[in-house]
């Protein structure tokens, strides 16, 4: 591992400053994602800006019309919390489904948002395009864990189960850079690679997640998030669902589905959405919607199983819904 500098930062701003000062500094949370990926050389900052120290930057608090989440707390706080446990079922079973207890101990809400891809050549001796190089190897390669959606000039899918269900809940991220704090939508903070955007997310160079929050839920709203692995636990996602409907009386009057595991970003089903609103959920509904959840999907030579299994999930997740 190279020797590098730690520096611990007591605001955000102190952390946008150190960072924005050296182009090759890393901001660290947990450490969780970006310790691994040191060691492996795959990032090689030579100075690291500890977000930990950030007085406020971790907790949770009820505030009008919404709560809001310090990016620094821990997944297993948030996990814990009984606002989070109250509103936010469907975040806590993303959580509870993510890596190991003891990681997410020390892993943060914002780290996990933020974390890098979890693509084999990414991660391996490769110089795959997300790294800098001039194609994914993924794409003729081993493509078995890849994405279905979205890919091309980049093929990973993002590793986060929390982001599926921030974004099926509709949360909104703060972000601090040296021109202040700007607010966006969880939809705006996820891009595709694109171009020379070779990135998952819209953080500039020196921007720090500040914080993450979530709008009440409304009446009449039911979620659920479910996530398929190839062992029981302690997997990443081959595919994973976070749905909410919002129903008054038997209809359905507002449906977010969204799909991890399966594209560079978290993925909105939209035809599928499209085929929940203003229905009933019976059994004609979910069949129809799950067959649509694919509509669109582009699998690699490896990968094809991923369309049967989520039409499976979306089928799972809103026969539980309707129960
Ligand atoms: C064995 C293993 C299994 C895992 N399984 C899963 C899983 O199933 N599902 C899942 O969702 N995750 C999984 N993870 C990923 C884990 O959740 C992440 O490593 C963790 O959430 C990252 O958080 P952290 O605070 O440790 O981030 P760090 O490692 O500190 O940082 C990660 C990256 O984000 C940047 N960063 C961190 N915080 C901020 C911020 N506030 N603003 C801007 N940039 C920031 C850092 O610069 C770095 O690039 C797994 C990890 C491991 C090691």
Known sequence: MQA???VDAMTAREAVQLLATD????????????????RLGVRCPDRLVNLKTIRDASGIQELDGYVQIGALT?????????????????????????????IRNLATLGGNLC????????????????????????????????AIFGGGPCFTVHPSDPATALLALRARLGVIGLDGERNLSIAQFFVLP???????????????????????????????????????????????????????????????????????????????????????????????????ATRGARPLAMNGYKLPLVRALVERALDQLAS
């Open 23 to 38: 182009p090759q500094a890393r901001a660290i949370a947990g450490g969780t994602d970006l310790i691994p990926e040191m």
């Open 115 to 146: 974390q890098d891809s979890r693509c084999w050549y990414f991660r391996g001796p490769f110089h795959c395009w997300l790294k800098g190089g001039t194609y994914c190897n993924a794409e003729h390669g081993d493509n078995r864990h890849q």
């Open 194 to 292: 694109h171009d020379n955007h070779r990135s998952l997310n819209c953080l500039q160079p020196g921007e720090v997640l500040n914080r993450i929050d979530l709008p009440w839920p409304a009446s009449g709203e039911r979620a659920i998030f479910l996530k398929a692995m190839d062992r029981a636990a302690f997997s990443f996602a081959l595919a994973s669902i976070a749905c909410v409907l919002k129903l008054e009386g038997e209809r359905i009057n507002s449906a977010r589905v969204v799909l991890g595991g399966v594209a560079p970003i978290p993925w909105r089903a939209n035809a599928c959405e499209r085929a929940l609103i203003g229905q009933t959920l019976n059994d004609k509904t979910i069949k129809q919607a799950a067959d649509l």
């Open 4 to 6: 590098f500098e730690h």
């Open 74 to 102: 821990p997944l297993s706080d948030v996990a814990q919390h009984p606002l989070i446990q109250s509103k936010f079922p469907c975040l806590v079973q993303a959580i509870l489904d993510a890596a190991s207890p003891q």
